[in-house]
């Protein structure tokens, strides 16, 4: 049996990336070790070397001194793991399963660097794009926490407002802005029939839309912005799907986000350009052996937080397995198989006093969403994050500590 080192790849840094990689750093790598001779070493590919905490964007959004708690660097959390561990800055444009090869680039335009990282196990979780740097990392941490700190100082100057997207993004984000600057004119618009249209529970939308009533935002369901251009006077007009034009002070898009895999082979993609997962071993189907995904990016995510921490313990499991298939192992690990909620689980702050929400089929009062989500957004849980809190333990709980 072979003892060179096994390199483990995992591509992105955020929630997903960084939590895969604690869990593996923890648990299997060790449990590898103890029963074959095989040396393992992780390193994280990434454009940022910052966490950043999207959830609490839209509140970020509103109160600007927030910026620096949502962003946070992640070096320090991975320093105890020692040879372990490598980071990469770079963004990977290009993948060869023949050779087992990832190329990466540098981050900025001008950086024309390119190197090759090998892989014997890849891990992708690259996550999505938004249309706008507000909701996701585009490159360095820096591009969206100014994007944050500009949208706030734009705000605050702006008597029209204009926010695209219905779902929990559009919501949120309308609701903060509503709430911390009074007088404005907002409005929200919806692609669908209602508001929170990815819920089957429709009265959580209704509810929604109630809310944002009460706080002086209005709503437009069925329309969409198919272009938006700066004018000379420093507004923005915007072309909507019904042919009319609508000219504003502030236009933030909140509409969904592109899966990151414009770089990987065109047959390990469904047709939203998701990458293909067996759903309980979160193996890429159509790849060679070795190679998974998980969160956002992953056919199997319905892209909420729970996706990505409900499917850390089985992929771990899933890459122990592969990795000591022909090794007689002495201490087997308890095998682990991701189950999705088929139910619905969201809780969207509108304002920080309350909101809506559903779990189990039910519809939440705006109390307890208050009382878990909209005082704070989360984002006091930051560092655990960044410090993959929640894997300590091999066996992961239902909900995120």
Request: charge should be positive; hydrophobic fraction near 40%.
């Amino acid at each position: 049996m072979s003892s060179s080192t096994h390199n483990i790849v995992v591509l992105g840094s955020n929630f997903a990336g960084l939590a895969i990689s604690h869990y593996i750093l923890r648990h299997i790598i060790p449990s590898v070790a103890s029963n074959t001779d095989k040396k393992c070493k992780l390193t994280i590919v990434s454009p940022s070397t910052h966490y950043f905490f999207k959830v609490g964007a839209p509140r970020a959004i509103a109160r600007p001194e927030l910026v620096s708690k949502v962003s946070m660097p992640f070096a320090g959390a991975f320093q105890d793991y020692g040879d372990l561990y490598a980071f990469v800055q770079g963004e990977a444009i290009a993948l060869d399963p023949s050779t087992k090869l990832v190329t990466v680039k540098g981050v900025t335009d001008t950086d024309e660097n390119r190197i090759q990282i090998p892989y014997d196990s890849l891990i992708i979780a690259t996550g999505t794009t938004s249309a706008s740097p507000l909701w996701t990392l585009h490159g360095p941490h820096t591009v969206t926490s100014n994007a944050i700190c500009d949208t706030n100082a734009a705000i605050s100057k702006a008597n029209t407002i204009l926010i695209a997207g219905g779902g929990p993004t559009g919501v949120e984000t309308a609701g903060e802005i509503a709430y911390h600057w009074h007088g404005k004119d907002i409005t929200l618009f919806s692609g669908s029939t209602r508001l929170l249209s990815n819920l089957s529970h429709k009265g959580v939308g209704t509810s929604a839309e109630s809310h944002l009533r009460r706080l002086k935002v209005k709503t437009v369901h069925m329309a969409k912005v198919t272009s938006a251009s700066k004018t000379a006077n420093g507004t923005t007009l915007v072309e909507l799907n019904n042919g009319t034009t609508r000219e504003v002070d502030l236009y933030i898009d909140a509409t969904g986000g592109t899966p990151n895999t414009s770089f990987l082979p065109a047959e390990w993609l469904d047709t939203r350009g998701s990458v293909i997962t067996d759903p309980e071993t979160l193996r890429v189907t159509s790849a060679p052996a070795s190679v998974y995904a998980i969160g956002d990016v992953a056919s199997y995510s319905k892209r909420n937080v729970l996706d990505v921490h409900r499917a850390i313990a089985p992929l771990g499991y899933s890459l122990w397995a592969d990795m000591t298939k022909k090794a007689k192992v002495k201490a087997p690990l308890a095998e682990k198989v991701y189950k999705q909620d088929p139910g619905d689980f969201q809780f969207v702050p509108i304002g920080p006093k309350g909101g809506v929400g559903t779990a189990f089929g039910w519809s939440v009062p705006s109390f307890m969403v208050w009382l878990a989500k909209s005082r704070t957004f989360f984002i006091e849980k930051v560092p655990a994050n960044v410090a993959g809190a929640s894997y300590t333990n091999i066996d992961v709980s239902s909900i995120p500590s």
